[in-house]
C-alpha cells in the first residue's frame, strides 16, 4: 500500500475505497415517455366488468349538419339529403338525417367560403317527410333565398315559433352501441431466487421485473393501434384502441 505525504484527501484512496451513491432507477430512461398511451390510461379511473366482452351506449352531442342532395332554385322548398348519423363504425360523423328535424327548426345554408358579412340564407321547415326529405319556408329571418349548390351543407341553428303555437312534434335520438374486449396482456421476466431478494442500480429484480419496460413500450411508427378481434375455442381477444 503506498504512503500518502501531507493532507489526505478523497483523491488519495484505494480504489473503490470511498463508498460510491449509487442513484437508483438512474437506467430508467423516459419512464413514461415511451409509454404515452398507458401512462394516460393510468390515469384513468378503473371499472370492472364480468365478461370479456363489454358494452357501453354513447350519444354524440354534435350539432346536426345536413347535406344537400341535389341542387335547388331560389323558389324550391321540398329538400333532398344524403348524409348520415354517426355509428359505431362512424363516430366521428354528424347528425344528418331528417328525422333530427321538426316543423319550426331554422336551418342556416352554409356558404362555400366565408363571407365578410352576413349573407347565408336561412330557411325554416314546415314539414319532415323521411329521413332524407323534408320542406322548408325560404329566405326567413330578413334573408334573401338564393339557389342552393349540390353538396350544400344546412346547419340547425335553432327553432321559433308564433306566439301561441301548439307544440312541436317531438325529435329524438337513439344511443349508439359500442363494445370491446378483454385482453390478456402477458411479458415473461426470469430471474433467481437469490436475485430477487438482493438489491441493484436498477432498484433490485423483483421491481424490475414488475416495471419492465417492454411491456409498455411504444408500437412502431405506422403500426395500426389495435384491430378487435376474438377467435375460437381458447380464445385470444384483441382489444381496440380509440
Known amino acids: 500500500m503506498a504512503a500518502v505525504a ?8 484505494a480504489t473503490d475505497e470511498r463508498p460510491k451513491n449509487f442513484r437508483e432507477y438512474i437506467l430508467w430512461r423516459n419512464p413514461n415517455g415511451s409509454a404515452p398511451l398507458f401512462a394516460l390510461m393510468a390515469k384513468m379511473a378503473d371499472e370492472s366488468t ?23 332554385t331560389n323558389v324550391a322548398t321540398t329538400c ?14 354528424r347528425w344528418g338525417l331528417g328525422r333530427h328535424l321538426k316543423a319550426g327548426d331554422l336551418l342556416i345554408v352554409e356558404p362555400a367560403a366565408e363571407p365578410q358579412v352576413q349573407v347565408a340564407e336561412i330557411v325554416m321547415v314546415t314539414a ?10 325560404r329566405g326567413v329571418a330578413g334573408t334573401t333565398a338564393a339557389a342552393i349548390a349540390d353538396n350544400s351543407f344546412l346547419t340547425k341553428i ?29 411479458t415473461a421476466y426470469e430471474a433467481t431466487r437469490t436475485a430477487t431478494v ?3 442500480a436498477e432498484g433490485g429484480e423483483h421491481e424490475r421485473a414488475t416495471r419492465s419496460p417492454t411491456r409498455s413500450r411504444r408500437p412502431p411508427p405506422g403500426e395500426p393501434p389495435g384491430q378487435r378481434q ?13
Do not use: M
Not at 365478461?51 to 335547388?72: K, T
Not at 381458447?234 to 384502441?241: A, K, V, Y
Open 158 to 186: 335553432g327553432s321559433a315559433y308564433e306566439e301561441g303555437s301548439n307544440a312541436p312534434a317531438g325529435a329524438t335520438r337513439n344511443p349508439i352501441k359500442y363494445f370491446n374486449y378483454t385482453q390478456i396482456f402477458k
Open 230 to 242: 376474438q377467435t375460437c375455442l381458447h380464445p385470444r381477444r384483441l382489444l381496440r384502441l380509440p
Open 198 to 200: 438482493g438489491r441493484s
Open 50 to 72: 364480468d365478461d370479456p366482452e363489454f358494452v357501453w351506449w354513447d350519444e354524440p352531442l354534435d350539432i346536426v349538419r345536413l347535406q344537400v342532395n341535389g341542387a335547388l
Open 128 to 137: 319532415v317527410a323521411s329521413d332524407t326529405s323534408f320542406t322548408i319556408s
Open 80 to 93: 333532398v339529403v344524403d348524409s348520415g348519423d354517426p355509428s359505431a363504425a362512424s363516430p366521428d360523423a
Open 6 to 13: 501531507g493532507l489526505r484527501g478523497t483523491g488519495d484512496w
